[in-house]
Structures are given as C-alpha cells and as structure tokens.
C-alpha cells in the first residue's frame, strides 16, 4: 500500500509542478504583450518619451 501512495503522491506532484510551469509561461506571454504595446504606443524616442528607465 505505502509504494502505491508514493506513487500516487509522486503524480500529483508532478502534475502540480507542470501546472505550474504552464501557468508561468502565460504570464510570461501576457508579460510579453504587454511590454511589446507599450513599446509600440510609445515610440522608439530617446529621451522622456520612453516608460522604462534602462
């Protein structure tokens, strides 16, 4: 019985983690997005223009 719960407690850790991968990767993609519309609404000018500060 305790190698079939390992077992068990094993896949569903396993599931959680790629859950979890696969969530971040979303939010990396909206990150993306979101990053990639400010850049374009606001132009490649130097100076004050730009919303980031690199």
Do not use: D, N
Not at 27 to 32: D, F, G, I, K
């Amino acid at each position: 019985m305790l190698p079939l719960v390992l077992v068990l407690l094993l896949a569903l850790l396993l599931f959680g983690a790629g859950f979890a991968v696969k969530a971040l990767w979303w939010v990396a993609v909206l990150v993306l997005a979101v990053w990639l519309i400010g850049f374009v609404a606001r132009g490649t000018t130097s100076g004050r223009g730009r919303w980031y500060r690199w």
